[in-house]
């Protein structure tokens, strides 16, 4: 006895078998009038792949807007800063915050800011001499 005579010409149809249901599904629904149905899914699958899109466009926007880089009134050390915040110095820990996109030292209220102005002794040329009165 042969046994492979049984055996002919097989055909691999594992992949077709998903198309078929897929393809079957389809034609169900429309025939029972779930249009709609397969509308929706459609518009839902569309919405999926435009949503990262959009969040991705929306985020960069927002980040452009409320993030601002400056330099340190104080010791001039350039770093990042959310809008509308207080921050510290990363390098001389002094309190910041934004104003019109520009860093500015926090001081509390009635607190008189004053700016020095260093003036070396080679700097000052003649001094007046005190007139001796009788």
Do not use: H
């Not at 198309?19 to 079957?24: E, K, Q, R």
């Not at 993030?67 to 990363?90: H, K, M, Y």
């Amino acid at each position: 006895m042969n046994y492979k005579s049984g055996k002919g010409i097989s055909f691999n149809l594992s992949g077709i078998g998903f198309w078929l249901t897929i393809l079957a599904v389809i034609v169900i629904l429309s025939s029972i009038g779930l249009g709609w149905l397969l509308k929706s899914l459609a518009v839902l699958l569309f919405l999926l792949l435009t949503a990262p899109v959009i969040a991705v466009i929306a985020f960069r926007w927002w980040f452009k807007r409320n993030v601002i880089e400056n330099n340190c009134p104080v010791c001039g050390t350039s770093f990042i800063v959310l809008n509308n915040t207080q921050a510290r110095c990363p390098s001389c820990q002094e309190v910041v915050t934004v104003q019109d996109r520009q860093f500015v030292r926090y001081s509390p209220p009635g607190t008189v800011d004053v700016d020095v102005i260093d003036v070396s002794a080679s700097e000052v040329t003649s001094v007046p001499k005190k007139l001796d009165s009788p």
